[in-house]
């Protein structure tokens, strides 16, 4: 069954601190992954998208890396700022379908604390 | 910033009522989606459309229908609310060689 797991479920870290977020996926076959940032009441933005041959990527204060063997990932934040609470999104894409179907985790919801 | 738009942002209605939910988008993108999404929860595909014309159901049930005639209009609509469609439901868009998905606001629909 294809699904993406997310931990922690909830964080809360201080201002300036580093977090990483995790990614673990049973998708098959893989074409993508991509982290979203959902602020509340808002729809989900993408930050970053990593393919099979990637490693990491990065995007601002967000650094992305992607095992494919393992199938994991992982969402580094860098020096949070309060404007980073918002839910973290996993979303794995097949490249079975037309339709690039998509898997989402449930998210985990991130609250940077003054 | 996606332009893609989504109205109203919240509906607050009695049991029973007919509603449609709006959603636009301007970036000439042939697929478009909606999603259902509870607090904690995984967004959930309920229907989906390849262009105009076309319209799929997804993976969630769902009593909601959708039309797509025109392609940048994908409206949802419940015949008859219930307090169950209480949710946040996401309207999505992706281009025609890509499945990268922007999304729209979201309405949140209270059903009392």
Redesign the interface.
Known sequence: KNQ?EQSP?SLIILEGKNCTLQCNYTVSPF??L?WYKQDT??????LT?MTFSENTKSNGRYTATLDADTKQSSLHITASQLSDSASY?CVV?DRGST??R?Y????T?LTVWP | EADIYQTPRYLVIGTGKKITLECSQTMGHDKMYWYQQDPGMELHLIHYSYGVNSTEKGDLSSESTVSRIRTEHFPLTLESARPSHTSQYLCASSGKDSNEQFFGPGTRLTVL
């Open positions: 993406v479920q074409s993508n991509r009441g808002r729809g989900p933005v993408s998208i999104i894409s339709l690039g998509l989402f985790g449930r998210g919801q």
